[in-house]
């Protein structure tokens, strides 16, 4: 259940900053006067509302990081060979930002969302969310001695196959792993 849950939360870190880029290009504001009825609220600038967009997906993330203590534990020996991810993704994830400049309306982009949500969550092979650079994490593909291929979000900077020493790992699915050694 708990995996379940995260990988929910993860899929939706992953894809949030396409709902940041849409509301901020549309100009989506706060209404602080329905929150604060009985408040002058009219000195807040527009640029508040932007500022807690984008804070969203960052809290989110924070909290999925620290929910990751109760995934089920793993580890990863023997590996052949490391292949590091930082940058395979930003291509796709700059393919969200300009889907969201090019969507007309919040019915589409909802269409979008919801599309790209499960696409994400069934993909089981990669939760890439560029946010965790943020928290100093990196992306590793490694290749088991099996020839299996698993993705590794990491504090750790992992160079040589033959140093790579993964003890406490966190299983997010059958190919994705979060370490949180420290």
Aim: aromatic share 20%.
């Amino acid at each position: 259940m708990v995996n379940w849950l995260y990988r929910i939360l993860l899929t939706f870190n992953s894809t949030s900053l396409l709902l940041v880029v849409f509301w901020i290009k549309d100009e989506y504001i706060i209404s602080w006067e329905k929150l604060f009825p009985n408040h002058d609220v009219s000195i807040i600038p527009d640029w508040i509302s932007y500022i807690l967009y984008f804070l969203l997906p960052i809290a989110t993330t924070l909290i999925s990081l620290g929910l990751a203590r109760f995934l089920d534990n793993d580890s990863v020996n023997n590996i052949e060979e490391v292949e590091q991810a930082n940058n395979a993704f930003l291509p796709s994830y700059l393919g969200y930002f300009f889907v969201a400049l090019g969507v007309g309306n919040c019915n589409t982009l909802w269409y979008i969302f919801s599309i790209l949500f499960v696409f994400t969550y069934f993909s089981q092979t990669l939760y890439f969310n560029p946010l965790f650079l943020l928290y100093k994490y990196h992306f590793y593909y490694l290749t088991t001695s099996n020839r299996v291929k698993i993705f590794v979000i990491t504090k750790k900077t992992l160079k040589s196959p033959s140093s790579i020493k993964l003890e406490q790992l966190k299983r997010i699915n059958n190919f994705t792993f979060i370490d949180k050694e420290k």
